[in-house]
C-alpha cells in the first residue's frame, strides 16, 4: 500500500469511441504522410510502396489467406498548363477546396513538395481543414441517396 500512496491517482476513463472529426484527420494524416514519403522517395531515386494485406481464397481448396500485397500511390502533384508545379489534396476521390475557390497548392519546385504536404499535414491535425473534409463527405453521402 506504500506504493500506491507515492503515485497520483485519478478516476480517469478511456472513451469508448473516437470522434468523427477525429477519424477524418487521422485519415487524411495518413494519406498526406504516404504522399510525403513518395515524394522523398522520387527525390532520392527510390521506390515506395506501402505494404497493405488482402484476403485471398484459394478455388481449389476454399481457404481464405491474408496475402501482403504493395500498395499503389498516384502523386497528387502535377505539372499545369503554365508550366508551374500543384499539388491537389484529396479526401477519398474528392479534391478537398482550400480556400474559397482554391483547390491547390504551387509548389517551387520538386524538392520543396514533401514539406508542403508535411505543412498541409500539420494544418489538418490542427483541424483548418475540418470543413472541407465535412463537405467531402456530404457529396459523398449524397451520391448513395436516390
Known amino acids: 500500500m506504500a506504493t500506491l500512496a507515492n503515485l497520483?491517482?485519478?478516476t480517469a476513463?478511456?472513451?469508448t469511441h473516437t470522434?468523427?472529426?477525429q477519424l477524418r484527420r487521422d485519415k487524411l494524416a495518413k494519406r498526406l504522410w504516404e504522399q510525403a514519403e513518395l515524394a522523398r522517395a522520387q527525390q532520392n531515386g527510390t521506390h515506395f510502396a506501402p505494404m497493405r494485406f488482402r484476403t485471398v481464397v484459394e478455388h481449389d481448396t476454399g481457404l481464405r489467406r491474408q496475402v501482403e500485397q504493395p500498395k499503389r500511390i498516384k502523386p497528387?502533384?502535377?505539372?499545369t498548363d503554365a508550366g508551374k508545379l500543384a499539388l491537389h489534396v484529396r479526401y477519398g476521390?474528392?479534391?478537398l477546396e482550400l480556400a474559397k475557390g482554391k483547390f491547390a497548392v504551387e509548389v517551387p519546385n520538386e524538392r520543396d513538395i514533401a514539406a508542403t504536404l508535411d505543412m498541409i499535414k500539420a494544418a489538418v491535425l490542427a483541424g483548418e481543414l475540418?470543413?472541407?473534409m465535412d463537405a467531402a463527405s456530404v457529396k459523398l453521402r449524397e451520391g448513395f441517396h436516390k
Open 130 to 132: 475540418d470543413a472541407a
Open 8 to 10: 497520483k491517482l485519478s
Open 13 to 15: 476513463v478511456k472513451p
Open 76 to 79: 497528387w502533384w502535377f505539372t
Open 93 to 95: 476521390t474528392r479534391l
Open 19 to 21: 470522434p468523427a472529426v
